[in-house]
């Protein structure tokens, strides 16, 4: 890209980076002009030059590109992108009283100023999660919650007053503080966790741990009353779970001075390899250390005091949090740290209700029948035949689930990712929708099974109210697709698209009450009773940057260790930089390394044949390597031996 941009006659110095802008992966291009350069006819000169996927979305003009003392451009002096550096439609500004109120509710939830009414919510960084945001401030601005797939169709500002105008509104309801009683029931989330929680290992299998490098000059004292504010703040750090004389589970929140924690700091400033040591004392031992889900606490903490600095490791429950909580947790803490050990720091935004709350608010809205529309796309959704997804394995599936397994890691590369975005914002959708297709498309070709149901986390932050709560609320969404070996993948795209976006719709139906309404037999051999395959994409973390990877790295398939698997797979991906980072957690007793590791690479290899030319049937994809073609032709084949002359069959 570099070279194409350079030899645009008006630019003596360019220099083209990989970056993540308002939580989407896009391209900058820097460049030093030698005349008045038209950033539009740039674009445009570019797009006639290069694939889509390859045309940056950001052009940044410069006097001069920084360079090292050896002459090389110096990415780490070039400066942040701005909205004016965004190539867009021609800037509409906002002129009516809703437009203005609009634009304020996109730039708060974006991240971006400068957005006119013409402009795509996509193309500003939106994605899923995003879409959910807007969808609830307008819930609270409007009383009006437009499906997600309204805002897919719809995108911009203009259009979305369309929307608005057109569509009756619904009464906002905050969530109402729970009456007061010594105990509460659990949330839907929280009782899926605590029935897989009584199996054997299913306990261990929720521990959710976290490690990172603390600030410089950490204050641990400092740290310590942060953390104590912490779960003075949000009661279900302080909460703990207990079965009455019939079974039945509820939540119980414990004063603070009653909770027993205990903050462990361990010096390892003389350890000859502190990463080493930390990851021993996390991955080989305290993660396969069970809570006590009755007495609490449900966390540990750990300060690991390295001669670099400290580091800060948490292993929470999963019955008491989510990927979002965790988020929620950092930026609390971070605040009240700062407020600790210096005194500044902006207020936390207050807390109306508690987690307790909603769990009795969720009860509520499924006895009223306010979930009946979502409950009835599910049942209809698996109707049938569950088909579970097994791939051809060497090893026989254990009589009983366990839980044994392993957890590999590696890398999509740049040109594979820059593949990925082109495709989905050429085809209006999300990321997470073209990863779902592709993994449909490769188990399809590995099983020759065509009716596919895969697992996918949801946040299941349905209201506002939630926003700024730490809790178990995430929700399981089983979406169910039909693949077509004859067919395309822009076929297949499509009806995947359409299944995420009508679950999305569909996703306040509890799962654990979607199991029990549909009343599929169980089987004590498998993950549950609707899929054996999970698969998220992680982008709830803002902006994260990472290193170039070599060729090394990216060809590697890295073998993190031995975890508990709640399920055969467990697929998620990260948004890291210009790359996707790839793990794969799977049980070791239902499946080999060998056969998981190849899938990996397999993903790899067909998805970015597929987007080459997502047109051919998908059972015309070549994706095998030349080794592996030559094994399977040749190699398998090779069935000659040498006997002896003269000799009988039976002699032989």
């Not at 094994?631 to 009988?648: E, H, I, M, R, S």
Request: glycine share 6%.
């Amino acid at each position: 890209v570099e070279q194409v941009l350079s030899s645009y006659i008006h630019i003596r110095q360019a220099v083209v980076t990989a970056q993540e802008v308002h939580g989407a992966k896009v391209l900058v291009a820097y460049y030093a002009p030698v005349a008045v350069t038209d950033k539009s006819e740039l674009k445009s000169w570019l797009q006639q030059k290069l694939p889509e996927y390859m045309v940056p979305a950001y052009f940044v003009e410069m006097e001069d590109i920084p360079l090292t003392s050896s002459g090389k451009a110096n990415r780490k002096a070039l400066p942040p992108v701005s909205g004016d550096d965004m190539i867009r439609s021609e800037y509409v500004a906002p002129v009516t009283p809703m437009e203005f109120q609009l634009v304020a509710i996109w730039q708060e939830v974006l991240g971006v100023t400068g957005i006119g009414v013409t402009d795509s919510f996509f193309e500003l960084g939106g994605h899923s999660l995003k879409a959910t945001q807007l969808i609830a401030a307008y819930y609270r601005t409007f009383r009006f919650r437009p499906k997600l797939q309204e805002l897919f169709e719809h995108t911009t500002v203009q259009s979305h007053i369309a929307l608005i105008h057109n569509r009756e509104g619904e009464v906002y309801e905050r969530i109402a503080p729970a009456a007061a009683a010594d105990g509460y029931p659990l949330s839907s989330a929280q009782e899926m966790v605590w029935t897989l929680s009584q199996v054997k290992d299913g306990l261990i299998a929720y521990n959710i741990p976290t490690v990172s490098p603390a600030e410089p000059d950490f204050d641990p004292a400092a740290f310590k009353r942060a953390l104590a504010g912490l779960i003075d703040r949000h009661e279900i750090l302080r909460t703990v779970f207990r079965a009455d004389a019939e079974g039945i589970p509820h939540q119980y929140v414990l004063d603070s001075h009653a909770l027993n924690y205990v903050i462990e700091e361990v010096d390892i400033r003389q350890a000859a390899d502190p990463h080493q040591h930390i990851y021993h004392a996390i991955f080989e031992n305290d993660l396969y250390r069970s809570f006590d889900l009755q007495n609490g606490p449900l966390f540990r903490i750990t300060l690991f005091h390295t001669s670099q600095g400290y580091y800060i490791y948490y292993l929470v429950h999963h019955i008491i949090t989510d990927g979002i909580s965790a988020e929620v947790a950092a930026r609390d803490i971070r605040a009240l740290y700062q407020k600790e050990r210096l005194g500044t720091g902006a207020p936390l935004p207050q807390l109306d209700i508690q987690y307790k709350d909603f769990a009795v608010w969720e009860k509520d809205q499924i006895l009223q029948g306010h979930y009946d529309a979502h409950r009835k796309y599910w049942i209809q959704h698996l109707s049938g035949e569950i088909p579970p997804v097994d791939l051809p394995a060497a090893r026989k599936r254990p009589a009983v689930k366990t839980h044994h397994g392993r957890y590999l890691s590696t890398y999509l590369p740049k040109a594979l990712t820059a593949q990925l975005y082109d495709f989905t914002k050429k085809h209006n959708g999300s990321l997470f929708m073209t990863l779902l297709a592709a993994w449909n498309a490769l188990l399809y070709r590995y099983t020759g099974q065509s009716d596919i149901i895969l697992g996918a986390p949801y946040a299941g932050r349905v209201h506002p109210d939630l926003e700024n709560q730490i809790g178990c609320y995430i929700n399981t969404l089983s979406i169910r697709n039909q693949v077509n070996g004859e067919g395309s993948f822009l076929s297949l795209y499509d009806q995947v698209k359409q299944h995420t976006l009508e679950a999305f719709q569909y996703q306040m139906y509890p799962f654990s009450q979607l199991v029990r309404d549909l009343k599929v037999r169980k089987d004590i051999s498998r993950s549950n009773v609707l899929f054996d395959i999970m698969i998220a994409l992680q982008n709830f973390e803002g902006k994260v940057e990472a290193p170039d990877k070599s060729e090394e790295e990216l060809n590697s398939i890295v073998d993190l260790g031995m975890r508990y698997a709640k399920f055969d797979m467990e697929i998620s991906l990260y948004e890291r930089g210009d790359y996707i980072m790839f793990r794969l957690k799977y049980n070791s007793d239902v499946y080999d390394y060998d056969l998981i590791a190849g899938l990996m690479q397999h993903f790899k290899q067909f998805s970015s044949a597929m987007l080459a030319d997502p047109g051919q049937a998908i059972d015309s994809v070549d994706f095998l390597t030349a080794a592996e073609k030559e094994q399977l032709l040749q190699g398998f084949n090779d069935t000659a031996v040498t006997y002896a002359p003269g000799k009988t069959v039976l002699d032989l």
